[in-house]
């Protein structure tokens, strides 16, 4: 019989801790609405004691998910575990992850702590945990780095003391599947009340085993495995669920379980996180990459046309991309695109519906047919985005073989015109002068990358910034049939992105 696998999505709290990553609170909600569509089990919301930001998002989320376990991360402290309590408190199913460190490394160097010092702070923070809910889970950090059986000693207090699900985090991705699967086996029968308990892995991705490693977990046991969306978070990232999802279910005779993941579901969540975040996906990325279906050598073509199972192990439908996109054009009215955008999980209100309606038709107007590419950047860019406080008006270059490349920029500062101009080594170095000068931003451009989001010479061009400013980093996405026009979005979104940053910092955590 196939057993059931809890899906813990961790995209809004290790995703997040992405570089420049951060989202805002409207974001944050909208992803959510999306991951609990997509049928993840627990959502881990966030950090609450992190910031006040970080608070009000969970908060909110956890005000509105009804079916989705909320989790909010504490460290051991008493402050922690109230401000995580404090935030989930109204959620229809709560629960508070708290987490020390047990390797003897981080124990000795970070936490100043002896080996009992940590076994009775561990087991005071899930009593603590425990007398506000009975759903506590316990993380042990750098578990795959600890001593096997001093870790099978805090996991059996922590048990002991409440925890109802205890977490063998491979913090910093040094484990490798065989290695981790006897990790596995190691703490499940050496701990004597392990059943009192599910067992969880979380997997991060420096050595590019996350998923590897967590496949061989639950292949030893593990009954929860947390993920992230694109496999985004701290560093090289963590565990990708449309991975573990699409290997669980591709393979089923090798790992019987299942999951309550709507696969079909997958690939417009992928892009919308990769929209929120910024972040892109890279284009051999396994399951939702731009190449993950696309077959370029003849053969593999000729194979596909003839029985799409001679290359493909996957149904391209099965992740939610459909073969022949629905593309809308400039007479599609507003109920094709409502429909068609629900279907993309962006359920619009009547105000944003219209916002994005009337780009539309402007879009179309230049471009003969809208594909979803086109529409994500349309909600993105005028919905999704962080509020502004400086907006493009106004651009015009002059370039060329002969001249030198100009650039007179009007922006609106909150909401107040402002105008000038820039003379750059290209145009877009002199946009962006301009834009800086005007603006009085002293951010470094860290990273700059141009793609074509869609395919033709009327493609949309779409320009990801990285800007640097005062420690902080922000990414910038900006999208136009101009490449110049793109750039200066781009540009300009970064800018708001970092203002925004340096409004609602994020304390690091210790
Ligand atoms: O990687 C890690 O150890 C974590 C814990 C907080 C679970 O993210
Ligand atoms: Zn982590």
Redesign the pocket.
């Known amino acids: 019989m196939t057993e059931q696998v809890i899906i813990f999505d961790t995209t809004l709290r290790?995703g997040e801790q992405s570089p420049g990553a951060s989202m805002n609170a409207a974001e944050k909600m909208r992803l959510a609405t999306q991951l609990e569509k997509l049928g993840v089990d627990v959502l881990e919301a966030g950090f609450p004691v992190a910031s006040k930001g970080d608070f009000d998002a969970v908060s909110r989320i956890a005000g509105k998910l009804k079916k989705t376990t909320v989790a909010a991360?504490a460290r051991t402290s008493k402050s922690d575990i109230d401000r995580a309590w404090g935030a989930i408190q109204h959620a229809a199913k709560p629960r508070i992850h708290t987490?020390i460190a047990t390797s003897d490394l981080h124990m000795h160097y970070k936490l100043n702590m002896t080996k009992d010092q940590v076994v009775k702070t561990a087991v005071e923070a899930v009593k603590y945990a425990g007398s506000f809910t009975d759903n506590v889970e316990f993380?042990a950090?750098d578990a795959s780095r600890s001593d096997r059986d001093f870790l099978c000693k805090v996991f059996e207090a922590a048990i002991e003391a409440g925890a109802t699900t205890i977490?063998i985090?491979d913090?910093v991705g040094y484990a490798i599947p065989m290695e981790f699967s006897d990790l596995v086996k190691y703490v499940m029968s050496h701990t004597p009340n392990i059943n009192k308990a599910v067992v969880s892995v979380?997997c991060?991705n420096d050595l590019g085993l996350a998923t590897a490693n967590t496949l061989a977990a639950l292949s030893s046991g593990a009954r929860q495995a947390e993920v992230t969306i694109n496999g985004i978070g701290e560093r090289a990232g963590n565990t990708s669920l449309e991975e573990l999802v699409m290997a669980l279910h591709t393979r089923p005779n090798y790992l019987p379980l299942r999951s309550n993941i709507k696969t079909e579901l997958i690939y417009p969540t992928s892009r919308l996180v990769s929209m929120i975040t910024g972040i892109i996906v890279q284009p051999n990325k396994a399951i939702v990459g731009a190449n993950a279906f696309a077959h370029e050598a003849g053969i593999h073509q000729d194979g596909v046309l003839k029985n799409p199972m001679t290359y493909e192990i996957m149904k391209p439908e099965t992740i939610g991309l459909s073969a022949s996109k629905l593309v809308l054009g400039k007479h599609s009215g507003r109920h094709a695109l409502r429909t068609h955008l629900k279907d993309m999980g962006y359920d619009l209100s009547d105000k944003e519906l219209q916002l994005v309606f009337t780009k539309f038709k402007e879009l179309a107007d230049k471009k003969k047919h809208i594909v979803d590419e086109d529409l994500e950047v349309i909600v993105t860019e005028g919905i999704l985005r962080p509020p502004d406080i400086f907006r493009l008006e106004y651009l015009h270059v002059t370039s060329g073989t002969t001249v030198f490349p100009m650039a007179s920029v009007k922006l609106s500062i909150n909401e107040r015109s402002v105008q000038g101009a820039g003379y750059g080594n290209g145009p877009i170095d002199a946009t962006f002068n301009s834009i800086a000068k005007l603006t009085g931003t002293q951010s470094e451009l860290l990273r700059f990358s141009v793609s074509a989001i869609t395919g033709g010479t009327d493609a949309q061009g779409e320009v990801t910034v990285r800007l640097s400013e005062e420690g902080l980093t922000a990414l910038g996405r900006g999208a136009d049939p101009d490449i110049i026009t793109a750039s200066a979005k781009a540009y300009v979104n970064g800018l708001n992105r970092l203002e925004y940053l340096k409004a609602n910092p994020v304390v690091a955590m210790t």
Do not use: A, G, Q, Y
């Open positions: 290790d991360l987490f993380s950090e977490n985090p913090t979380h991060h």
